[in-house]
């Protein structure tokens, strides 16, 4: 990789997860040629109208509209728990892939899997940079989180930052519309598809607050550094 190119994770505990929160991202940070690997925590089964195969073709459809590499990790859906074991096979994927940024959900949530998938991330953060643990690979401490909303709590999301996303939000409807068994089958004509009206007003609002048509907006906890101001949207 060029040197300003980016190793990037997207940890998500379900599949659409990543695509809900910050597809469009994704479809940005892939067409700027950094490389970015979504790593579903479970597959997000069982649902209602989905099947674990029905899921895995939805988001691997996904992940190719956004130019992103899809991983697994195999924990059980509805039942994410932290414990070592999830902590180091996820430490595992850190020093395996080696990631500059890891992306993972905002840890003020409703659903559980939500909040100990974040609490496993950032556990696992600090146990892959262990020496002489018994974790595949060689010691490795990501140097950024960045954590993105895809909450079940209805607040007003606390955002550090915003990513224009008026170039790339296409790409994320299109990423969200592959996943038919989760928003579409079994609903009433007027009632499918409802979830990209619920992103679209998010995404627009944050978009208002940096004067753009649409937004993703992010949160951070360690103080984030510019090289330049160049990147900033006007």
């Not at 649902?47 to 939805?58: I, S």
């Not at 994410?80 to 994927?93: E, G, K, L, N, Q």
């Amino acid at each position: 990789m060029g040197l300003d190119a980016m190793n990037i994770l997207v940890i998500g505990p379900h599949p659409d997860d990543q695509e809900l929160a910050m597809g469009a991202t994704i479809a940005l940070l892939t067409r700027q040629k950094h490389h970015v690997t979504l790593l579903d925590m479970t597959n997000g089964e069982p649902t209602p109208f989905g099947t674990p195969e029905t899921r895995a073709a939805e988001s691997a459809a996904a992940a190719g509209i956004l130019g992103a590499t899809r991983l697994a990790l195999g924990l059980k859906n509805r039942e994410v728990t932290w414990s070592i074991a999830a902590r180091h096979a996820t430490a595992s994927v850190f020093r395996r892939l080696r990631p500059d940024i890891v992306f993972l959900p905002y840890p003020n949530d409703a659903h559980p899997d939500h909040r100990q998938v974040t609490q496993i991330a950032e556990d696992a953060r600090f146990d892959a940079k262990l020496t002489k643990s018994n974790i595949p690979g060689e010691p490795f401490y990501p140097p950024r989180l960045i954590y993105y909303f895809c909450s079940h709590l209805r607040f007003n999301f606390p955002a550090s930052f915003c990513v224009d996303v008026a170039d790339t939000m296409d790409i994320k409807r299109q990423a969200v519309r592959c996943y038919a068994s989760q928003f579409s089958a079994g609903r009433a004509v007027e009632a499918q598809w409802e979830i990209l009206k619920y992103v679209e007003n998010i995404n627009g609002y944050f978009g208002g607050t940096i004067r753009r048509p649409f937004a993703e907006p992010f949160f951070v906890q360690e103080t984030l550094g510019l090289k330049t101001l160049d990147g900033l949207a006007f």
